[in-house]
């Protein structure tokens, strides 16, 4: 019976796994048909977590003389300075997703469809989830940006049902460069989702930070992560949310006010991919 081990190129990545030969042993070959720059492969000590490497002569991986193989995960090994260079040739936006882990806005976006809330009202009830450093609110606009002294304070907010005087709240994610990267865009043809049915089915994926729903609808809207990576795996897959089929996909870069109107949506937010025919 074949006998497999499970490989990484770095630690938390998906893994995937690696027959080995009759013999017990890894040819090195089989190794470089899928990581081209592989020279061994390593795995922790679950004694003292140090790092063991696999000993590799005549380019024959031989499994650790203790205990063979066993049920580790392997980590890939490859020299320092090409390590560099497939860093260095990765492209931009990749590199972008690997340094940016989750939100770092210390604001949140309130609206609200009525102009009976004061400053005073929100900071009233939003100074109970931490020191507020500056409220921009503009009562007449329905909108308000807060900002705490403390990061985590706008995650534990978002998205969250807050009613004030009876005035319902939107809280969101304000828009930023960074954002742009945690984004998947939706589309879908038939008004019958509401936001929070969005919300609630993409936290199955992963913490959701911001839903928007267009409004007039306009077939199209968004949902933002806490990490990149998740919304990267769902590009170009179709769901069904309340029945209703959506195309999940890349959204496209953000273009300036006047270039955004042509598309059919509000300046200041990404655009998005057109769904496939045929889908």
């Not at 020279?39 to 003389?65: G, M, S």
């Amino acid at each position: 019976m074949p006998v497999w081990i499970k490989i990484v190129e770095s630690e938390n990545d998906k893994e995937m796994e690696l027959q080995v030969e009759e013999d017990g042993t890894i040819l090195l070959e089989n190794l470089k048909n899928v990581f081209h720059t592989a020279t061994t492969l390593k795995y922790r000590n679950p004694e003292n977590n140090a790092w063991r490497v696999i000993k590799c002569v005549d380019d024959i991986l031989h499994p650790p003389e203790d205990d063979g193989w066993r049920d580790n995960t392997y980590l890939l090994v490859v020299p320092k300075g090409q390590e560099r260079k497939r860093k260095m040739s990765e492209p931009e936006e990749e590199r972008q997703q690997q340094r940016n882990y989750g939100p770092v806005n210390k604001a949140i976006y309130v609206l609200f469809d009525s102009e009976d809330l004061t400053e005073g009202d929100l900071r009233d009830y939003f100074g109970e989830f931490g020191t507020i450093t500056n409220i921009n609110c503009i009562i007449s606009k329905k909108f308000a940006f807060i900002t705490f002294e403390d990061e985590s304070v706008p995650f534990k907010l978002y998205g969250k049902p807050v009613s004030i005087n009876g005035v319902e709240l939107d809280i969101k994610e304000p828009e930023s460069d960074e954002k742009e990267y945690r984004k998947l865009a939706l589309i879908y043809k038939e008004d019958k989702i509401t936001t929070r049915q969005f919300r609630d089915f993409f936290e199955q994926y992963g913490e959701v930070t911001d839903v928007y729903v267009t409004k007039p609808f306009r077939k199209y809207g968004f949902v933002t992560f806490t990490k990149p990576s998740i919304a990267k795996t769902l590009y170009d897959q179709n769901v069904k949310i309340e029945g209703i089929k959506v195309f999940l996909t890349k959204p496209r870069p953000k273009m300036d006010k006047a270039t955004k109107r042509e598309y059919g949506g509000p300046g200041g937010r990404g655009g998005y991919h057109a769904m496939p025919t045929g889908r």
